[in-house]
């Protein structure tokens, strides 16, 4: 049963420690290492575990453990019992060592916890919607909600949240008697036996949670909404907080300045700029649709059909093209079925078309070609289209044999 008296507890920020080496044992081509005090928080309700070295001995001789993560221990019963520091060196059973957490790490991990229950909090108290479930990632926390949020939602509990960093409101955490619980509003995710550790932001939020936080919501700098789903009824929000939400800020703010020197505008006027671009871009690829289709017609104009057959291959070409190439070719009075056929853009295998006619019924020969070459498609009696996987050549044949 948990007691909450470990040292990352009582001591949340505390970046160094001694201690004794209790246990030492292989694990997973490391080793498992447990000892008498730790500040290493171990991986556990949606935060990961804490990484650093432990130190044996001084100076150039010092032996050197890197600790991957710190995970809860197991007793046979299945509890949790200690916790065991998964290392690439081992250390004496018995020796003192020194402990020295990533403390980077560590602290964007309470900015981000500690963020997370100040978004929550807020969902909760403007929605009624519960958290049911999040993910502390290397960068971003992932945090589900049980309703729909709008973007408008969303951008409105950024900015309250931001609003409760500012107000730099204490952060407590409590270990209160059952009768306190039983007085206590308070969120959770899941039924908890015995002493239960409440997270309180004050007028934010109260949680059940046994993480690590600041010890004031101020100490969380920034709070940034990056990106939002929905599926199902249930909302899924991306949260940066503290230095990543900063460090996010900083390279948009790079990106943006980029931008900016490239366009030659000032950093606001980009988005007009770019909405201008992009009208030239639209403009531009049209006249160049249409210069490829006067070349096209001028090219079909001039091609000799097998009868009244014309067969049309081209590379490169969508499939509005090849309905544009049969349109054109049958625009010739000497000119009763066309096939225009292209290369599928991604897909070597396969072969686009288009087949038209005058008065027959192209919808049996697709149906036959399609069968003949693998395809699909299908459409209108005089027009068919789809895509066979066939080479050209026996694609070309295929046609021929059965319009030509």
């Not at 044992?25 to 500040?39: F, K, N, R, V």
């Not at 900063?246 to 790079?254: D, P, Q, S, T």
């Not at 190439?325 to 072969?351: F, M, N, Y």
């Not at 459409?379 to 046609?399: I, L, N, R, Y």
């Amino acid at each position: 049963m948990q007691t909450f008296d470990d040292l990352y507890y009582r001591e949340p920020y505390a970046k160094e420690f001694v201690a004794s080496v209790t246990s030492c044992e292989p694990h997973d081509g490391g080793y498992a290492i447990e000892l008498s005090q730790t500040a290493f928080y171990p991986t556990g309700g949606g935060q990961p575990g804490d990484r650093g070295t432990l130190t044996l001995g001084e100076g150039e001789d010092a032996v050197v453990a890197h600790v991957a993560e710190a995970v809860p221990g197991k007793a046979e019963d299945g509890s949790e019992e200690g916790v065991v520091h998964l290392s690439d060196v081992a250390l004496p059973v018995g020796s003192e060592v020194h402990g020295a957490l990533d403390w980077t790490w560590r602290r964007d991990n309470m900015e981000a916890h500690t963020g997370e229950h100040i978004v929550s909090g807020i969902v909760h108290a403007l929605f009624g919607y519960d958290n049911i479930g999040f993910h502390m990632g290397e960068k971003s926390i992932e945090v589900d909600f049980d309703g729909v949020l709008t973007a408008e939602d969303a951008l409105d509990v950024e900015r309250r949240a931001n609003a409760a960093v500012r107000a730099d409101v204490p952060v407590r955490a409590l270990l209160p008697t059952p009768d306190e619980l039983e007085a206590m509003d308070y969120r959770s995710k899941k039924d908890h036996e015995g002493q239960i550790r409440i997270v309180e932001i004050e007028g934010v939020d109260t949680c059940a949670c046994c993480g690590t936080h600041l010890s004031s919501s101020g100490q969380v700098g920034l709070i940034k909404i990056v990106r939002m789903s929905t599926k199902k009824k249930k909302t899924r929000l991306e949260l940066l907080c503290g230095r990543r939400a900063l460090e996010l800020c900083e390279e948009r703010m790079e990106e943006l300045r980029d931008t900016s020197n490239f366009l030659s505008v000032a950093d606001e006027e980009v988005p007009e700029a770019v909405k201008r671009l992009s009208a030239e871009k639209d403009e531009y690829k049209h006249e160049l649709k249409q210069a490829r289709k006067e070349k096209l017609a001028q090219d079909v104009a001039a091609a000799a059909p097998e009868g009244s057959f014309l067969l049309w291959f081209q590379m490169g070409l969508e499939i509005d093209e090849l309905r544009f190439v049969c349109e054109t070719a049958l625009a010739r009075e000497d000119v009763e079925k066309v096939a225009a056929l292209s290369d599928v853009p991604g897909d070597a295998a396969r072969i686009a078309y288009v087949l038209a006619a005058k008065e027959e019924d192209l919808r049996p020969a697709c149906k036959e070609l399609n069968k003949k070459l693998d395809g699909r498609g299908g459409g209108k009696p005089q027009m068919v289209q789809g895509s066979w996987a066939s080479t050209k050549d026996a694609a070309e044949a295929s046609v021929r044999e059965l319009l030509g």
